[in-house]
């Protein structure tokens, strides 16, 4: 069946460097992919998303590219900051699975002043 | 515009007793998604509805929990009896077909729930 996987956390930075969460996916059709973003007590929220192949999906400066060839969907932000300090989920709906959504295990990313 | 709202944000209640957490999705969302957190085993789906009919089930634990959607704006999920280990964090989330696949999911705050 569908599934996604991502890099186990926790991923510590410091403020201003480069954020890199690695995630990819196994699906045999042309899911749609997501990073869903958690902060503290709060539910999970839609960061950025990606329909098709070779599409960049940004947002609050993260992005991350659809690369089918590859089955990746890396999150990328150039100069993270403290409040990105969150649970970061990488997720795919379509395919075998209809309208649910497939959610990898999270990434916890500290990031300090 | 409103968001998916869960209720109670808290709950703490003893062993054996019914717990129910409730959830109002987003108005005009035709899927509702249960699920559970917990640092152990993460994000679990529980069930989810289409149109007020449940789609799937399986990731339900066991015979003590159920959930309804009477109406397209309400979804209950009950546990009874409860144990410590329903302790966790529930979240509801409601989605559009509207658009296809392309639809991301509305979470609500969660419920946090404290079986002693």
């Known amino acids: 069946g569908d599934s996604v996987t991502q890099m186990e956390g926790p991923v510590t930075l410091s403020e201003e460097a480069f954020l890199t969460i690695n995630c990819t996916y196994t699906a045999t059709g042309y899911p749609s992919l997501f990073w869903y973003v958690q902060y503290p007590g709060e539910g999970l929220q839609l960061l950025l998303k990606?329909?098709?192949?070779?599409d960049k999906g940004s947002n609050k400066g993260f992005e991350a590219t659809y690369r089918k060839e590859t089955t990746s969907f890396h999150l990328e932000k150039g100069s993270v900051q403290v409040s990105d300090s969150a649970v970061y989920f990488c997720?795919?709906?379509?395919?075998?699975?209809?309208?649910?959504?497939?959610f990898g295990a999270g990434t916890r990313l500290f990031v300090k002043a | 515009d409103a968001g998916v709202i869960q209720s109670p944000r808290h709950e703490v209640t003893e062993m054996g007793q019914e717990v129910t957490l409730r959830c109002k999705p987003i108005?005009?969302?035709?899927?509702l998604f249960w699920y559970r957190q917990t640092m152990m085993r993460g994000l679990e789906l529980l069930i989810y509805?289409?149109?007020?009919?449940?789609?799937?089930d399986s990731g339900m634990p066991e015979d003590r929990f159920s959930a309804k959607m009477p109406n397209a704006s309400f979804s209950t999920l009950k546990i009874q009896p409860s144990e410590p280990r329903d302790s966790a964090v529930y979240f509801c989330?409601?989605?559009?077909?509207?658009?296809?696949?392309?639809?991301?999911?509305?979470f609500g705050d969660g419920t946090r729930l404290s079986i002693l």
């Open positions: 989330a409601s989605s559009s077909s509207r658009g296809g696949y392309s639809q991301p999911q509305h």
């Open positions: 509805f289409n149109n007020n009919v449940p789609i799937d």
């Open positions: 990606a329909t098709k192949a070779d």
């Open positions: 997720a795919l709906t379509g395919n075998t699975g209809g309208f649910k959504t497939i």
């Open positions: 108005s005009g969302h035709d899927y």
